[in-house]
């Protein structure tokens, strides 16, 4: 018999394209119904545009275009009556992040035997909600999922609150909550008497404001757009906050800081999980997690065309218990 106290770590293969469930599978690029979209947000139309293959398509080096493509994603698919994002804040990604959500659901469904995934009784734990609100749009939506989103940005959480009060919808489905200290991430946000199925988390990626410029330079010259440019003159990585796109340490220190605090929490969350966007952070992360003695660790990875992204999630409870979370 396995020793469920071990530390067991499974990876899932990866996918060249987006999660089966995913409603952008197979539509990147030109193949996003542009006519569609530009019906619910006519602000995407002046940035339509016919590419080297007669594609109709967007600039993506562009991102004002890249701004209204989301927003007619949201708009679309997932049910609301109004999006927007300040120029300053980070845009998200919608397919790629739709896809966190995803595979969440089928992690949530295998550790579990839960049969329907789509259920209020699944509560989630949003770590740096943002102003974009973007996991609990989704989740709320795909799953019915109830979220708790926290910041420690307060003009994010107030564009979030307004992105809750214009969509009825999320009013009963999200709460917000302001996490006073910097320095920490679930202290302060999980009460005492709460439970969590799940936290997720997008950590900011670089370790200093220099990285950060450095990063975004790189993606421009990867678009083959505005190689001159300097990033003093736009926004970093297509918008962003501080808070969004770094901090000391960076994504490695971030997550092993979110991984000693998840101790504490060990009984009130099933599945801690976090994005991990650099793949060579992966042995730190493991070795910190030993250290712990988490039960089960478990890396998914996520592909949307050439690139591949993944999370990490992981448990102090043992299988049985699993089973048992929702009775």
Known sequence: ?????????????????????????????????????????????????????????????????????????????????????????????????????????????????????????????????????????????EYQWRFVGSDIDKMSLDCAKNLIQFNPRLKSQVKLRMQTNSSAIFDGIIKQTERFTFSMCNPPFHESQQAAESGTNRKLQNLNKHKKQSVSNRSLNFGGRQNELWCEGGERQFVSNMIGESRAYKDQVLWFTSLVSKKDNLPFIYTELKKIKASQVKTIDMAQGNKTSRFVAWSFLTESEHQSWFK
């Open 1 to 141: 018999m396995r020793n469920k106290s071990a530390l067991s770590r499974s990876k899932l293969s990866t996918r060249p394209q987006l999660h089966p469930r995913n409603r952008h599978l197979a539509k990147k690029g030109a193949s996003y119904d542009l006519a569609a979209l530009s019906k619910v947000n006519p602000e995407l139309q002046p940035y339509v545009l016919t590419n080297e293959h007669a594609n109709r398509s967007i600039n993506f080096a562009d991102h004002k275009a890249v701004k209204e493509l989301n927003r007619a994603l949201l708009l679309h698919f997932y049910d609301l009556q109004f999006w927007d994002l300040p120029e300053q804040f980070l845009c998200p990604p919608v397919p790629g992040r739709v896809d966190y959500i995803h595979y969440l659901a089928d992690l949530i469904a295998d550790s579990t035997g839960l049969t329907n995934i789509k259920t209020k009784a699944i509560t989630g734990l949003d770590i740096g909600t943002g102003a974009n609100l973007i996991y609990p749009i989704v989740g709320s939506h």
